[in-house]
């Protein structure tokens, strides 16, 4: 039991990074976020870059690019933090003994105004939706416990998805809409806008769904979305179904390469007729650039944990090389 704990939720990191070997114009540059060992990190072209901390342990969860300014989210400890060009600011004042879990916390901006949807307060022991705006904090409208994933900015609109109890929902200017399912749990990770059509992904149960302007589309069963993109005409979700990493491209389902059992994709970046997919090959951070899959490390880590003396494995060591990603963002 052990073994399966740390297997499933620790990834290890025994070697620094490299450039990414493919990039594939001089000019792009392409981020990534997460977390290495107790450090928030961001990988520049695969040059990691640890970021400042002033509690225990950090992690990044979420970047957006505007301009010659870099914003990251994240958490020192237990404060709610993002770094705008690598300097560590409070989100919120009144935010400590906040969390948010990893796939909660996503950032927007409008102008100067920065957004940040998430997730649960231990405070109050009640679960809330809940996003920041100049640091203060806005409770979205529930029936039940609830939380945000993500956000779309248009116009004077703000879209944020997630659940409200055992239903996939919308906000839209802290308006709370449900959206249709079939079965008992359902909830809402990801949005699009093209045009008039407004894409929601999600689950549905064991389905893997979207809705496109409330009416809800199976895209296949035993399956998890995470991240959904629109290219052109062209509508990218990805995600994961059984033990394999996926993307849909307008409805059509694809199965990407790789090494071991256990792969997901977790986000998804365009760079012209470049895609970038965001995940992971079992233990292995990777990243599928046009459907070619490449370490974003330089260590296989399912070889190092198959040649671990699991009887004396020292935990403390093994946090210290955790390794986690979380989000991708590409510029050019």
């Known amino acids: 039991m052990k073994r399966i704990f ?54 990044a969860y979420d970047i957006l690019i505007s301009g010659s300014d870099i914003y990251i989210i994240g958490h020192d400890g237990s404060e709610a933090v993002y770094w705008l060009n690598g300097q560590r600011n409070l989100l919120s004042d009144d935010i400590i003994g906040y969390d948010f879990s990893f796939n909660q916390y996503k950032i927007g901006l409008s102008g100067s105004d920065l957004y940040v949807v998430g997730g649960y ?39 944020i998805v997630g659940y409200d109890g055992y239903n996939a929902v919308y906000w839209l200017n802290d308006n709370l809409n449900i959206l249709l399912k079939d079965n008992e749990k359902a909830k809402a990770v990801d949005i699009a806008i093209s045009g008039s059509d407004i894409y929601i992904i999600g689950d549905d149960g064991s389905e893997a769904v979207y809705w496109l302007n409330g009416k809800k589309y199976v895209l296949c069963e035993n399956g998890n979305t995470y991240a959904i993109q629109i290219n052109g005409s062209d509508i990218y979700i990805v995600g994961c179904v059984d033990d394999d990493a996926v993307y849909w491209l307008n409805g059509m389902k694809y199965i990407l390469p790789k ?53 004396n494995i020292n935990i403390n060591n093994i946090i210290e090389r955790n390794v986690r990603c979380f989000s991708i963002k590409i510029v050019h």
């Open 121 to 159: 307060d231990f405070i109050n022991l009640r679960y809330e939706a809940v996003y920041f705006l100049k640091g203060k904090r806005y409770v979205l409208p529930s029936s039940n416990m609830a939380s945000a994933y993500n956000i779309k900015l248009l116009g004077s609109d703000v879209y």
């Open 6 to 59: 740390i297997l499933i939720h620790i990834c290890i990191i025994i070697s620094s990074c490299t450039n990414l070997p493919h990039i594939r114009e001089e000019n792009e540059i392409v981020y990534i976020v997460g977390i290495h060992g107790r450090e928030a990190v961001y990988w520049v072209n695969g040059k990691e870059n640890i970021l400042p901390r002033l509690n225990n342990s950090a992690a």
């Open 259 to 311: 090494n071991s059992e256990g792969a997901y994709a977790i986000d998804i970046a365009f760079n012209n007729n470049d895609v970038y997919i965001l995940g992971y090959d079992s233990l292995n951070i990777v990243y599928w650039l046009n459907g070619k899959l490449y370490n974003l490390l330089d260590e296989d880590l399912n070889e190092y944990f198959n040649n671990i003396d699991w009887d």
